[in-house]
């Protein structure tokens, strides 16, 4: 098993079956994520201070779900390039000119992972999390607002841009 610091950025090794990740910015305090590829679940695991038994949150993936988040959870914090999730569904593909490869291979393949995003879409937002995409690069994985969160942003932007109107006195 591999633990790494959410500052690491090495690549996926396909050795590696299972992956635990550790993120502060992205998880709540005491929060560990564990994917296992050959099971297809992510795990998250909460753990208290106290002494009480860890809470556990179970996210059954599909094996292109599960390659997907691998390769976006190994690219963080940064993007993750489109050729590199191409790579992660069929690691076989390329050749030795990387370049005139993904100029052939680009009009096939942003389908394929488009479709692959949004079947870890849901996945990923029961972890809290979600997948911003970056036009031209690749995509980023994000912390998602919860909804608490997205109500106090969309009272925040309603309060912001909306004029303010004095109600009629007495």
Same mark, same amino acid.
């Not at 190994?74 to 914090?77: E, L, M, Q, R, V």
């Not at 109600?167 to 007495?170: E, F, L, M, T």
């Given at each position: 098993?591999?633990?790494?610091? %959410?500052?690491?950025?090495? /690549?996926?090794?396909?050795? /590696?079956?299972?992956?635990?990740?550790?993120?502060?910015?992205?998880?709540?305090?005491h929060?560990?994520?564990?994917?296992?590829?050959?099971? /297809?679940v992510a795990?998250l695991?909460?753990?208290?201070?106290? +002494? %009480?038994?860890?809470?556990?949150?179970?996210?059954?993936?599909?094996?292109t779900?599960a390659?997907?988040?691998? =390769?976006?959870l190994?690219?963080?914090?940064l993007?993750?390039? /489109?050729q590199?999730?191409?790579?992660?569904?069929y690691?076989? %593909?390329? @050749?030795t000119?990387?370049?005139?490869?993904?100029?052939?291979?680009?009009?096939?393949?942003l !389908?394929?992972?488009?479709?692959?995003?949004?079947?870890?879409?849901?996945?990923?937002?029961s972890?809290?999390?979600?997948?911003?995409?970056?036009?031209?690069?690749?995509?980023?994985? =994000?912390?998602?607002?919860?909804?608490?969160e997205?109500? +106090?942003?969309?009272n925040?932007?309603?309060?912001?841009?909306?004029?303010?109107?004095r109600? !009629? @006195? !007495?």
């Open positions: 098993m591999e633990k790494r610091p %959410s500052s690491a950025s090495t /690549h996926a090794d396909p050795a /590696h079956l299972s992956h635990v990740f550790v993120f502060p910015e992205l998880f709540p305090a929060t560990q994520l564990f994917l296992d590829r050959k099971t /297809h795990v695991l909460f753990r208290e201070e106290t +002494e %009480s038994p860890p809470l556990l949150r179970f996210v059954p993936l599909t094996p779900s390659n997907i988040f691998l =390769a976006l190994h690219a963080y914090p993007h993750c390039t /489109h590199s999730l191409y790579r992660s569904l690691p076989s %593909s390329g @050749g000119d990387e370049d005139l490869w993904w100029d052939q291979m680009k009009a096939f393949a !389908p394929i992972i488009r479709r692959a995003l949004k079947t870890l879409g849901p996945a990923l937002r972890c809290g999390l979600r997948v911003v995409s970056l036009r031209g690069e690749g995509y980023l994985l =994000a912390h998602a607002p919860g909804p608490q997205q109500t +106090e942003q969309t925040r932007s309603l309060c912001s841009s909306a004029p303010l109107v109600a !009629p @006195g !007495p």
